[in-house]
């Protein structure tokens, strides 16, 4: 099996604290620092130089990508570009070797962290969110990288509802929910058993969940079924 490498693509302003508490939770060998400016980037530079080291050992490799203006109306267009581009660089550097991405969302414009969570969406990579050491006294660096479980539901969300029986269990536990199993096979005509098959996918994706009154959809699933709805007009 290849080595594998972590890799950590923050975006970076004025507060270049909130890379430390993935440097500490992740040792990464290669971080994307996106900003605005080249004296963001040589604030964190000089951070892990001198402090942050410790967590990773050794100096990781450091690509910085500079967005201008990351405050307009196509500022999550462009971050989103540079997002891909460094992606695309990184794996053609590390393309013998198995990555894991961890994709921070905190850091720079409000625009900026948009653009970060959609990117990781697109490519399917794990997201976190960071806080500086100041604000939660007494918690750990490495707790004060908090990763987001939304994001990790979203590729197995989407393809259990690929599945045609699966999307029509989702839609009518969106439309009509909370619903209990059998009136999920009377909607389907179904059996019990098809029914049941038909809804662990869901249950397995954390698309839906049980309640005392039946399933309703969570977050996750209705985002999804609006996504893929919107797809199919």
């Known amino acids: 099996m290849s080595e594998t ?44 130089e001198k402090a942050w080291i410790k967590h990773t050992r050794r100096m990781p490799e450091v690509i910085v990508k500079i967005l201008t203006d990351p405050w307009t109306a196509d500022t999550v267009d462009r971050y989103m570009a540079v997002f891909d581009e460094a992606v695309e660089e990184i794996k053609k550097e590390y393309n013998s070797k198995e990555i894991c991405w961890h994709v921070g969302t905190a850091g720079g414009t409000n625009l900026m962290g948009i653009g970060s969570a959609l990117s990781a969406f697109t490519h399917r990579f794990p997201v976190y969110y960071s806080t500086e050491g100041e604000k939660n006294p007494g918690v750990t660096i490495e707790d004060l990288c908090l990763e987001i479980p939304f994001f990790e539901l979203l590729g197995p969300g989407f393809k259990a509802l690929q599945k045609l029986r699966c999307r ?66």
């Open 5 to 48: 490498i972590d890799v950590v693509i923050q975006p970076v302003g004025r507060t270049p604290g909130v890379l430390e508490p993935p440097l500490a939770k992740y040792k990464p060998q290669v971080i994307v620092i996106i900003t605005s400016k080249d004296e963001f980037a040589d604030d964190v530079i000089e951070n892990i």
């Open 168 to 233: 029509k269990i989702m839609k009518f536990i969106d439309t009509d929910g909370p619903v209990q199993p059998s009136e999920i096979a009377f909607h389907l005509n179904s059996t019990k058993q098809n029914e049941s098959s038909g809804r662990k996918p869901l249950v397995d994706a954390g698309l839906i969940l049980k309640t005392d009154l039946g399933w309703m959809p969570t977050n996750v699933g209705k985002s999804l079924l609006a996504l893929m709805d919107y797809e199919e007009e």
